[in-house]
């Protein structure tokens, strides 16, 4: 068990939709990341948080959209769903920036 | 091209050892990973190098780094039927937010 926890594991829905993807990090872990895998991309970085803010982007779409609270949490937003966005979507933590990340069991995003 | 090269699969019998390669091409990076990711589950933190190191040994695996060749292998002792899974190397860079993944290596061992 990494520590870090995902939710729902599995997420069913239309295309047109939009769908929030939740990710507690490891406790006391201050960063916060999220990636996209499928089968023809591999793993994608999405983006990053670090206490609160936004610190890096990576191949993230305008439809798609994060961020992290107070309390550390974040959650991943995807709207306008197409066929595409049917991946494993991977919440990482980790300490500080730059350090070894642990990652959540994913969220299965299939788009009918 | 992927900044981090592996190759797609490998297949060894149980008992043997297994070694995973795979090279990246920023020279600048700090830390080496390398991630294991079982079906249906996320990816499991296996183990990692620091980039001034050249081996690291933990159990069963042994990490090598050539940095001049910006070469990192992994390898695994006695390999059992769990080690099937595909396992991810990764690297990053100081002052750099993201880590970047290789394509997965399978591994398939064989009774």
């Known amino acids: 068990d990494s520590g870090v926890t995902q939710t729902p594991k599995h997420l069913i829905t239309a295309t047109g939709q939009r769908v929030t993807l939740r990710c507690s990090p490891r406790s006391g872990d201050l960063s916060v990341y999220w990636y996209q895998q499928s089968l023809d991309q591999g793993l994608q970085f999405l983006i990053q948080y670090y206490n609160g803010e936004e610190r890096a982007k990576g191949n993230i779409l305008e439809r798609f959209s994060a961020q992290q609270f107070p309390d550390l949490h974040s959650e991943l937003n995807l709207s306008s769903l197409e066929l595409g966005d049917s991946a494993l979507y991977f919440c990482?933590?980790?300490?500080?920036?730059?350090?070894?990340?642990?990652f959540g069991d994913g969220t299965r995003l299939s788009i009918l | 091209g992927e900044d981090v090269e592996q190759s797609l699969f490998l297949s060894v019998r149980e008992g043997d050892s297994s070694v995973i390669n795979c090279t990246y091409t920023d020279s600048s990076s700090t830390y080496l990973y390398w991630y294991k990711q079982e079906p249906g589950a996320g990816l499991q933190l296996l183990t990692y190098?620091?980039?001034?190191?050249d081996m690291k040994q933990d159990q069963r695996l042994t990490v090598l780094l050539n940095k001049k060749d910006k070469h990192l292998s992994l390898r695994i002792a006695d390999t059992q039927t769990g080690d099937s899974a595909i396992y991810f190397c990764?690297?990053?860079?100081?002052?750099?937010?993201?880590?970047?993944f290789g394509a997965g290596t399978r591994l398939t061992v064989k009774p």
């Open positions: 990482a933590s980790s300490e500080d920036v730059n350090q070894p990340q642990h």
């Open positions: 190098i620091f980039s001034n190191m």
């Open positions: 990764a690297e990053s860079i100081e002052n750099n937010n993201d880590m970047r």
